[in-house]
């Protein structure tokens, strides 16, 4: 049994204050910025395996493609422009929610199989929402988990407006997408897609998935959107990978 159960909450609260101070320490300085949370910090945390040096935001939880997407989102989109919007996110992450949902309004969804933090729990290949329902979609690295993607993707495109835009990214690890749906058991996974819960490895070819159901895609890299400079102030590595922007115009 943990003994700061039985402590004065004001006890607890200073505690807690000191710990995140000893945790934050060795990163705090200005060597690196997160345009999500705004804050500076000497360098990224490691994350991933195996681990990747500075590439987790430690105020925010951020990485290095939430990064360059909310850059996108800042200077190439009208996301932030004040207009009333609807967006669903899908398979939101933490460190954005707060901060969209204050800036977008009512019209933010955040949406999911299995997280019972979100709006709405979906089924991404059965979108229970009518034709034209989102201004925006943003899905990030959610399709190479996904069996059907096709059809997820065309779900995408169903309930995007006409003159809306969906920001999706998935890895891309490959020459050309290899998937096999007998491999089944996550060790196999893991040898040939990468990862426990993958089902496939996508390529460049990517790219034409999305353009089958009509989407209109337009691939942005870091060095459209970043400077030098900017790219080593985020952080920004080849892991963050390429942004997909779609529309349907």
Not at 19 to 37: E, F, H, K, T
Not at 129 to 142: H, L, Q, R
Request: net charge positive; aromatic share 10%; hydrophobic share 35%.
């Amino acid at each position: 049994m943990k003994m700061t159960k039985f402590l004065p909450m004001f006890i607890k609260k200073s505690l807690r204050t000191a710990r995140d101070y000893l945790d934050y320490l060795p990163y705090r300085g200005n060597g690196r910025y997160c345009p999500i949370c705004k804050k500076s910090s000497k360098k990224f945390g490691k994350f991933g395996i195996p681990p990747r040096d500075d590439a987790l935001c430690m105020y925010c939880k951020s990485l290095e493609r939430h990064r360059l997407v909310w850059r996108c989102f800042e200077t190439k989109t009208d996301l932030f422009d004040g207009r009333s919007k609807t967006m669903l996110h899908v398979a939101p992450e933490q460190g954005m929610v707060k901060i969209l949902e204050k800036r977008i309004g009512s019209g933010y969804v955040t949406a999911d199989l299995n997280s019972p933090e979100v709006m709405v729990k979906l089924d991404i290949t059965q979108i229970p929402c009518g034709d034209k329902s989102f201004d925006v979609i943003y899905c990030s690295n959610v399709l190479e988990h996904i069996p059907d993607d096709k059809r997820a993707i065309r779900e995408l495109y169903r309930v995007l407006k006409a003159d809306g835009w969906a920001v999706i990214l998935v890895p891309v690890t490959a020459d050309v997408t290899f998937e096999d749906a007998s491999i089944t058991e996550p060790e196999e996974r893991l040898k040939y897609f990468g990862q426990e819960d993958h089902v496939r490895r996508y390529g460049p070819d990517f790219i034409t998935r999305l353009e089958e159901p009509g989407f209109i895609v337009r691939v942005i890299s870091p060095h459209d959107i970043l400077s030098r400079e900017e790219i080593t102030l985020m952080g920004i590595t080849a892991s963050a990978g390429d942004i997909y922007f779609c529309t349907k115009q």
